[in-house]
Nanobody, 132 residues
Framework: QVQLVESGGGSVQAGGSLRLSCAASGYTFNTYYMMAWFRQAPGKEREGVATIYTYISSTSYADYADSVKGRFTISLDNAKNTLYLQMNSLKPEDTAMYYC?????????????????????WGQGTQVTVSS
């Protein structure tokens, strides 16, 4: 059973940075997987922020929501089985609960990689608050 535990959330002023971590257990992410970060603000739908995926080689690929391109970077430390989200130039509209998600054994088509329905495993979330 895959378990995902997020950490690293907090409060920061606009323009600041945070790095979120997601420690995975129960599976070693090496081939044919997707891992992603989603966020959900109060009263809004869950939104895909970034995803990282690997087919069969050690090469990984990433997709980002337009709203975070150039500011956020997703990465995976295979040795630590930990997913990261480096968030720079934070804006008040980035305020949300951030969730880590994973899907094993398949890579979704590009048009669904940032949709929550493509993922089977979820963490409990970590809160990010950006003040102006």
């Amino acid at each position: 059973q895959v378990q995902l535990v997020e950490s690293g959330g907090g409060s920061v002023q606009a323009g600041g940075s945070l790095r979120l971590s997601c420690a995975a257990s129960g599976y070693t992410f090496n081939t044919y997987y997707m891992m992603a970060w989603f966020r959900q603000a109060p009263g809004k739908e869950r939104e895909g922020v970034a995803t990282i995926y690997t087919y069969i080689s050690s090469t990984s690929y990433a997709d980002y929501a337009d709203s975070v391109k150039g500011r956020f970077t997703i990465s995976l430390d295979n040795a630590k089985n930990t997913l990261y989200l480096q968030m720079n130039s934070l804006k008040p509209e980035d305020t949300a609960m951030y969730y880590c998600a994973a899907q094993i054994g398949s890579i979704a088509p590009s048009f669904v990689r940032l949709k929550s329905s493509a993922y089977n495993y979820w963490g409990q979330g970590t809160q990010v608050t950006v003040s102006s």
